[in-house]
């Protein structure tokens, strides 16, 4: 299902294009997650990836039952219904995803500048719609990647410093991740992180989310050395 919506309804029928970008979602899931986490509070991130992996196992779920079996109808309804809501979830996600992989990989082509534009504004107007709204970089440009110091943003985040809640993208070419802080009453914080290719990690305290993060960037240092060596 994901590819035949990649490649009829994203890329307007180019093979290569959808084979090359549905191998992986993690921009447009690590969008979804602060987008999610914004509309529903914290956990909304994860109750959606909750929703979306039950959607999918829906789809996937072709067990046959006994048609006189009432429990077993429902359950075929259930997922049938799920089906039928999976198809524009995707489509959402693959036009998302579409819009930073395009414009990772062809940012260099003067002649594509407008396609490059509109790929910029799909991004950003996802967000806006949904009450987020992206404060610049130095160059003015959401897709523009620019290095950032480790130690920095974690002291961005201190229980502190956080007057208001905070979304944070960091995106690769080829990965994304998020970090999300809800400031709750009474000076109380939620820090959250989405991996999509590990999940969300949720904490009440500043400590033990500063503790996963640096045993996390630790790996993530560790797997670059061995990957470039």
């Not at 067990?63 to 109808?73: A, M, Q, T, Y």
């Not at 969300?200 to 960037?217: A, I």
Request: proline share 2%; with cysteine; hydrophobic share 35%.
């Amino acid at each position: 299902m994901i590819p035949e919506i990649g490649e009829v309804i994203i890329t307007q029928g180019n093979k290569e294009e959808a084979r090359e970008f549905i191998e992986g979602l993690c921009v447009s899931l690590s969008a979804h997650y602060m987008i999610e986490e914004h509309m529903h509070g914290p956990g909304g991130g994860k109750a959606y990836m909750k929703w979306l992996t039950e959607l999918v196992n829906a789809y996937l779920d072709n067990e046959s039952r006994d048609v006189n079996d009432i429990k077993g109808i429902q359950k075929r309804l259930q997922r049938n219904y799920r089906r039928q809501l999976l198809g524009p979830v995707i489509k959402d996600l693959l036009n998302l995803q579409y819009s930073s992989d395009f414009y990772f990989k062809n940012y260099h082509i003067q002649d594509r500048k407008n396609e490059l534009d509109a790929a910029k504004l799909l991004y950003e107007e996802t967000f806006k719609k949904n009450g987020l709204i992206w404060k610049r970089n130095r160059k003015n440009d959401i897709f523009e990647l620019e290095e950032v110091k480790y130690k920095d943003i974690m002291e961005s985040v201190r229980a502190d410093k956080v007057n208001e809640n905070i979304n944070l993208s960091f995106m690769s070419i080829d990965h994304a991740t998020s970090i999300v802080v809800h400031k709750l009453e009474e000076n109380e914080h939620i820090w959250s992180f989405y991996d999509p290719n590990f999940g969300v990690k949720e904490f009440d305290n500043y400590s033990d989310f500063r503790k996963f993060m640096n045993e996390y960037y630790d790996d993530l240092k560790s797997f670059e050395k061995k990957t470039t060596s």
